[in-house]
């Protein structure tokens, strides 16, 4: 099974900082990467896949970049609504798996 | 707009089984997949399958091979997901989403509001 780590487990910030997040694959997965966000009690909801294209209806200040083992989601004037864990999942094979997830919360 | 709805929360004992039906609408419900994903307590995600509405492809982990199975009803716009020989590490959160490819496993775009099943 491809493992998926992602950094930090853990991250403080303040509305308006930009946040970066990383997650890196135990081999190549090409571009078939997608980040997902989700808040307590709440089902996951996409924001961004294959990589880079952005989910229809999700705000641009969410971005997503990289390809073969590492990829970045990149939240950009971060909003209290964007306090969450996201989650990265890659779709390269079977079967799919999930990154451990990084809660984003206040400093 | 997409709505996929679970059935409610079960309490089960060990070695039982459980069925979890997911009704989709606001899309053409043999258009696409339906991937099965499940949340133990505090913990992350784990995808457990995916299953074709178009024509009943399903493609499961390894880990719940012999002891999962996931059908559709296309007449109601339903899937459902049975784990049978029921464990403690059972309890979990259980989701369907849509999945965007009816050939194979793909991108995950809308999720029910999960099922809560406790195994106790």
């Known amino acids: 099974d491809i493992q998926m780590t992602q950094s930090p487990s853990s991250l403080p910030a303040s509305v308006g900082d930009t946040v970066t997040i990383t997650c890196r694959a135990s081999q190549n997965i090409r571009r078939y990467l997608n980040w997902y966000q989700q808040k307590p009690g709440k089902a996951p909801k996409l924001l961004i896949y294959?990589?880079?294209s952005l989910q229809s209806g999700v705000p641009s200040r969410f971005s997503g970049s990289g390809s073969g083992t590492d990829f970045t989601l990149t939240i950009s004037s971060l909003q209290p609504e964007d306090f969450a864990t996201y989650y990265c999942h890659h779709r390269y094979n079977i079967p799919q798996t999930f990154g451990q997830g990084t809660k984003v919360d206040i400093k | 707009q997409v709505q996929l709805v679970q059935s409610g929360a079960e309490v089960k004992k060990p070695g039982a089984s459980v069925k979890v039906s997911c009704k989709a609408s606001?899309?053409?419900?043999?258009?696409?997949?339906v991937s099965w994903v499940r949340q133990a307590p505090g913990q992350g995600l784990e995808w457990m399958g995916w299953?074709?509405?178009?024509?009943?492809?399903?493609d499961y982990a390894q880990k719940f091979q012999g002891r999962v199975t996931m059908t559709t009803d296309t007449s109601t716009s339903t899937a459902y997901m049975e784990l049978r020989n029921l464990r403690f590490d059972d309890t979990a959160v259980y989701y369907c989403a849509r999945d965007r490819s009816t050939a194979e496993p793909a991108v995950i775009d809308y999720w029910g509001q999960g099922t809560l099943v406790t195994v106790s």
């Open positions: 294959d990589a880079s």
């Open positions: 299953i074709s509405a178009y024509n009943g492809n399903t």
């Open positions: 606001g899309y053409t419900f043999p258009s696409y997949a």
